[in-house]
């Protein structure tokens, strides 16, 4: 049955249904542990600080392991480890929803972003494996739809969930979806890893040691930018952090030019699809990503509207994400990947441009349109950029690949959050006022809310600028599928052999 299915000319169809229920509760479980958390708080009697590393130790373990994840996928089959990977994630949500200790409940998160690291990447891998590769972007842009309708649903859908049956459903709610997943990936890939073929015998060797690099590097760099604002960016803890990521990220690079089977192979870089579609990419997400984590902090705290209108404020954005996601990406499967990239940069840019003439009596209809710009940029512009990304590289690397994207992605937005957060509190803080997201959230002093404004318009200036750089780099031409070509081999390293690998863009 499953060989016939496979076969089928509806067998895309089938592998984005198992992917995007695997997607869908993903995205939703980490709107509805947010809305938990202050449940959370209250139940075990800790601080705020304490219980948001349910959702830094999700995010910190996704980003660490997603590389290495991909690259195993690559070596062993996509769909075996998106298998493994979900197990992992019914088994972490089961144990967080009985945790009965606020560590055994960060523990249980640490083991949920693991299995989140093992099926983000390897199931955007397996759509596009299944699509044909002139159908790539609608593929993406497929995954984009099921993105943002989780988006809007998580919220919504954990707000409920903790009024009606308490915090611990939340966890148990993610299980189930899972579970249904799983069963359609078993039912309907084909046995081995889906779509795609895994690499020889010969050369199936993983990099341990570029695993241990990179996961290492990663992790000190969002270790020092995540608590850089808190403890001060000249502390010792923070210097030794973004030292220990400079002396990573050099062996990083050193090791992965001279091991035989590198984890991510680093002379896609001179590709140019490659290299301008990754470097927009995280520019994008720099500068838009922290949009959605300091407006309710306005919203809410500067004018005044209750949390429920502050989430009801970010679904019209997020429906927009979810409409032009797949549109942006059918379209550049036909008419090209720049010039919905370059709109979408534009989209992106205005809304954000408008979130920065804010004020501390501002409308809330001048915020929901330009959120709307925002999401629309962003839906616009990541299934046709993502599309040229992967017309880089060959089809035995989509795996990593798809975790580098996934990586980029969830980087950018800590990175986004950690400089917006910094370029706030640091105007507050010359203003007068206590230098913390936490004066203004609990408010008191008079003028706080003014200062926390001046700090959001010079953090949107300062995330235009990002936008701005991204655009730039989309507009500049690149190849199309069909004409790129990948780069020439450098002299090879003394650890890797000979191989030939064409000519250069």
């Given at each position: 049955m499953i060989a016939s299915l496979a076969q089928s000319p509806r067998f895309k169809w089938y592998a984005f249904a198992a992917m995007a229920v695997g997607t869908f509760a993903s995205v939703v479980d980490h709107g509805s542990v947010g809305v938990a958390l202050p449940s959370i708080a209250t139940h075990f009697h800790a601080p705020i600080p304490s219980v948001q590393w349910l959702m830094i130790g999700?995010?910190?373990?996704?980003?660490?392991?997603?590389?290495?994840?991909?690259?195993?996928?690559?070596?062993?089959?996509?769909?075996?480890?998106?298998?493994?990977?979900?197990?992992?994630?019914?088994?972490?949500?089961?144990?967080?929803?009985?945790?009965?200790?606020l560590s055994v409940l960060i523990l249980a998160r640490l083991l949920q972003g693991t299995g989140a690291a093992m099926t983000q990447g390897t199931g955007m891998a397996i759509i596009i494996g299944a699509f044909p590769p002139g159908e790539r972007g609608k593929a993406i842009g497929l995954i984009m739809t099921m993105v943002g309708t989780g988006a809007v649903a998580g919220p919504a859908m954990g707000g409920l969930l903790v009024d009606v049956f308490g915090w611990r459903s939340v966890f148990f709610a993610t299980a189930p979806m899972v579970v249904v997943s799983v069963a359609l990936a078993l039912a309907v890939l084909p046995s081995g890893n889906g779509?795609?073929?895994?690499?020889s015998p010969?050369?199936?060797?993983?990099?341990?040691?570029?695993?241990?690099?990179?996961?290492?590097?990663?992790?000190s760099l969002l270790l020092g930018i995540s608590n850089g604002?808190?403890?001060?960016w000249a502390s010792p803890p923070i210097l030794?952090?973004?030292?220990?990521?400079?002396?990573?990220?050099?062996?990083?690079?050193?090791?992965?030019?001279?091991?035989?089977?590198?984890?991510?192979?680093?002379?896609l870089f001179r590709r140019r699809n490659f290299f301008l579609g990754v470097t927009a990419n995280y520019m994008m997400f720099m500068g838009s990503s922290a949009v959605l984590f300091m407006t309710p902090f306005y919203l809410q705290n500067v004018l005044g509207f209750r949390p429920s209108v502050a989430g009801l404020a970010v679904v019209p954005g997020?429906?927009?994400?979810?409409?032009?996601g797949p549109l942006s990406g059918r379209w550049s499967d036909r008419f090209g990947w720049r010039k919905f990239t370059v709109a979408g940069l534009l989209l992106s840019s205005t809304g954000i441009g408008i979130l920065s003439q804010v004020t501390a009596e501002s409308s809330l209809w001048h915020v929901i349109p330009a959120l709307m710009l925002t999401s629309s940029g962003m839906g616009t512009f990541y299934s046709p950029n993502s599309s040229s990304v992967l017309s880089a590289v060959e089809r035995d690397s989509h795996g990593v690949i798809s975790g580098l994207l996934n990586l980029i992605?969830?980087?950018?937005?800590?990175?986004?959050?950690?400089?917006?957060?910094?370029?706030?509190?640091?105007?507050?803080?010359?203003?007068?006022?206590?230098?913390?997201?936490?004066?203004?959230?609990?408010g008191g002093a008079t003028g706080v809310g003014t200062a926390f404004t001046a700090g959001l318009q010079f953090a949107f200036f300062a995330m235009m600028g990002s936008l701005l750089v991204a655009l730039i780099l989309s507009a500049l031409p690149?190849?199309?599928?069909?004409?790129?070509?990948?780069?020439?081999?450098?002299?090879?390293?003394?650890?890797?052999?000979?191989?030939?690998?064409?000519?250069?863009?």
């Open positions: 999700f995010a910190m373990t996704i980003i660490a392991l997603l590389l290495p994840m991909g690259r195993l996928a690559d070596l062993i089959g996509a769909k075996r480890v998106y298998l493994m990977g979900s197990a992992v994630i019914i088994a972490g949500s089961l144990a967080a929803g009985t945790s009965s200790d779509s795609l073929s895994p690499r010969q050369r199936a060797r993983f990099d341990w040691l570029g695993a241990f690099l990179s996961s290492s590097a990663l992790l604002h808190r403890l001060g030794a952090a973004v030292g220990a990521f400079a002396v990573l990220l050099a062996g990083f690079i050193w090791w992965e030019l001279r091991y035989a089977s590198p984890m991510l192979e680093l002379r997020a429906m927009c994400m979810a409409i032009l992605r969830n980087a950018g937005n800590v990175v986004s959050i950690a400089v917006a957060t910094a370029i706030v509190t640091a105007t507050m803080g010359s203003m007068g006022y206590d230098p913390s997201l936490d004066a203004v959230r609990q690149t190849h199309r599928e069909g004409d790129a070509v990948p780069a020439p081999a450098a002299p090879e390293p003394v650890l890797r052999p000979a191989t030939s690998q064409g000519q250069e863009d």
